[in-house]
């Protein structure tokens, strides 16, 4: 089983839509949660960041995790045509050297 | 605030001809810095990472070094370049329990 499960999509919408991405995760130990967003050929940028069950918003998105699950979903309200993108979901253990587990991201395209 | 510049942006080589890229951190000392390589399809790869001057642990066995000579400079190497090196190449640091990733690099390997 991977560590880190994220399903691929692509994921279409129209502007307007809320977006629900999810990742699942099979490690225990994971503590930190965070979301990247990646545009077609830049480097992903830190979107959310979590370190707790439970919900956190910024603006249109919020980052929902479920330890007792082991699930984790970013929602976007009121997606734009900017929010098309890749997004990876990112966990990390806690550890001293940091290293992040991340799901192999989900290409979402919202049309106008 | 913080930087992180990588270069060159993109870069086409031969096979077997070498490999030098570079990553460089402002605004930040003593900072965590990783190589990950992207392939389409594939994620996100981690190769290298480093946890001060001189320290780098290799997370995958491959044709591919890195080195650290400078607190905030991270060079990631090959001697001779493999097809299968192709790829987006990025650089990222942290500090804490989130990684901030630089533009990357693009290496296309004929």
């Known amino acids: 089983q991977k560590e880190v499960e994220q399903d691929p999509g692509p994921l279409s919408v129209p502007e307007g839509a809320i977006v629900s991405l999810n990742c699942t995760y099979s490690?225990?130990?994971?503590?930190?949660f965070m979301w990247y967003r990646q545009y077609s050929r830049k480097g992903p940028e830190l979107l959310m960041y979590?370190?707790?069950?439970g919900n956190k918003e910024d603006g249109r998105f919020t980052a929902q995790v479920d330890k007792s699950s082991k699930y984790i979903s970013l929602f976007i309200r009121d997606s734009q045509p900017s929010d098309s993108a890749t997004y990876l979901c990112?966990?990390?253990?806690?550890?001293?050297?940091?290293?992040?587990?991340f799901g192999k991201g989900t290409l979402l395209t919202v049309n106008p | 605030s913080q930087t992180i510049h990588q270069w060159p942006a993109t870069l086409v080589q031969p096979v077997g001809s070498p490999l030098s890229l570079e990553c460089t951190v402002e605004?930040?000392?003593?900072?965590?810095l990783y190589w990950y390589r992207q392939a389409a399809g594939r994620g996100l790869q981690l190769l290298f990472y480093?946890?001060?001057?001189?320290?780098i642990s290799s997370e995958v066995p491959q044709n591919l070094s890195a080195s650290r000579p400078q607190d905030r400079q991270f060079i990631l190497s090959s001697k001779k370049l493999l097809l299968s090196d192709s790829g987006f190449y990025l650089c990222?640091?942290?500090?804490?329990?989130?990684?901030?990733f630089g533009p990357g690099t693009r290496l296309t390997v004929l």
């Open positions: 480093s946890v001060g001057i001189g320290q």
């Open positions: 990222a640091w942290s500090r804490g329990d989130t990684q901030y």
């Open positions: 979590t370190y707790s069950s």
């Open positions: 605004g930040t000392s003593n900072p965590n």
């Open positions: 990112a966990i990390n253990s806690g550890g001293s050297n940091y290293k992040l587990t």
């Open positions: 490690n225990s130990a994971f503590q930190y």
